[in-house]
């Protein structure tokens, strides 16, 4: 597998848009507006992965309080399950969250 993790310019968003639809479509009209807001405080990151120039999926990571983060917003392609992109996000926000000094990170489902 060819490409990696990126840390998410602001421009690029259209693109996680437009390569995750369904999914970012129920998500757009929240976070994902503001994705430069949300995640770009302290401590809070968005990754995509990418594959090929193309955007395969996505996660962010968001700082609650000093000691708490919260995972969000983890998708992957369906082309792409089962295939290590979805470790590689997990990996990239447990290293992250472990460098920003959080004790605890949480997964809060719908």
């Not at 401590?43 to 395969?56: D, I, K, R, Y």
């Not at 470790?87 to 472990?98: I, P």
Request: aromatic share 6%; hydrophobic share 45%; net charge positive.
């Amino acid at each position: 597998m060819t490409g990696g993790l990126l840390a998410l310019p602001v421009a690029v968003a259209a693109t996680v848009y437009k390569e995750l639809g369904g999914y970012i479509k129920h998500s757009v009209q929240g976070d994902l507006s503001s994705i430069s807001q949300v995640y770009g405080t302290p401590g809070s990151a968005f990754w995509v992965a990418e594959l090929n120039n193309t955007v395969v999926g996505c996660v962010a990571l968001e700082r609650k309080t000093d000691s708490e983060a919260e995972l969000r917003r983890m998708s992957v392609s369906t082309t792409l399950h089962r295939g290590g992109v979805g470790m590689r996000l997990a990996k990239a926000v447990v290293q992250h969250a472990r460098m920003a000094g959080f004790a605890k990170v949480r997964l809060a489902t719908a």
